[in-house]
């Protein structure tokens, strides 16, 4: 049974580091892997999609890397700010024993920017 | 944009009572899914459906039913909503990798 882990549970930095994000999942046979923000009281928003033939994704300030022979993927943060203050969350697209696709969900990291 | 919206952002229900969740999306998605999120507990998945009037149960469908009769909207059911059914309620719509999320419902069960 897959089982995705995100391990800090909860981080604080100071404005302008540079921080990684960990998730790992237990069975490398997955089709991609999602990572998501989250805001209080908020749905999630789709931050980078890395698709299992592929080793990394960029956007801005974010950059997202899959292992899967070691079912690891890291998000990377650059020059943090207040404003990225939220919850983290990694979600693996995993196929189901009725052929079917689901995804299933780290519980996050906790993360606070300080000014 | 992928918009996914849900009918009600904040919603307060007897013990007791039929609750309806709606979602709906407006890029023809084949994939939906209505999840709850819990303290400690992550998102866990309640039922998706990858067509029209297809569904399929996820992890924890007990207590819940589903409908789907137009592509673009999928309901979520509380048959006799029950206080343990407090919680967030999120649905995602995906096509055909990635999902796309809606603000989510916080439904309270008193």
């Known amino acids: 049974k897959q089982e995705v882990t995100q391990i800090p549970a909860a981080l604080s930095v100071p404005e302008g580091e540079n921080l990684v994000l960990n998730c790992s999942f237990t069975?490398?046979?997955?089709?991609?892997l999602q990572w998501f923000r989250q805001d209080p009281g908020k749905g999630l928003t789709s931050l980078l999609l890395?698709?299992?033939?592929?080793r990394e994704q960029t956007s801005g300030r974010l950059n997202a890397s899959l292992d899967k022979s070691s079912g690891r993927s890291t998000l990377y943060i650059a020059a943090s700010q207040p404003g990225d203050s939220a919850t983290y969350l990694c979600?693996?697209?995993?196929?189901?024993?009725?052929?079917?696709?689901?995804?299933?969900f780290g519980t996050g990291t906790r993360l606070k920017v300080l000014a | 944009d992928v918009k996914v919206t849900q009918s009600s952002r904040y919603l307060v229900k007897r013990t007791g009572e039929k609750v309806f969740l709606e979602c709906v999306q407006d890029?023809?998605?084949?994939?939906m899914f209505w999840y709850r999120q819990d303290p400690g507990l992550g998102l866990r998945l309640i039922y998706f459906?990858?067509?029209?009037?297809?569904?399929e149960k996820g992890d924890i469908p007990e207590g819940y039913s589903v409908s789907r009769e137009k592509k673009e909207r999928f309901s979520l059911i509380l048959e006799s909503a029950s206080t343990n059914q407090t919680s967030m309620y999120l649905c995602?719509?995906?096509?055909?990798?990635?999902?796309?999320f809606g603000p989510g419902t916080r439904l309270t069960v008193l």
């Open positions: 995602a719509s995906s096509h055909p990798n990635e999902q796309f």
């Open positions: 069975d490398s046979a997955i089709y991609n």
């Open positions: 890395i698709q299992s033939s592929q």
């Open positions: 979600a693996v697209r995993t196929r189901t024993t009725s052929g079917t696709y689901k995804y299933i």
């Open positions: 890029m023809d998605h084949e994939n």
């Open positions: 459906s990858y067509d029209v009037k297809m569904k």
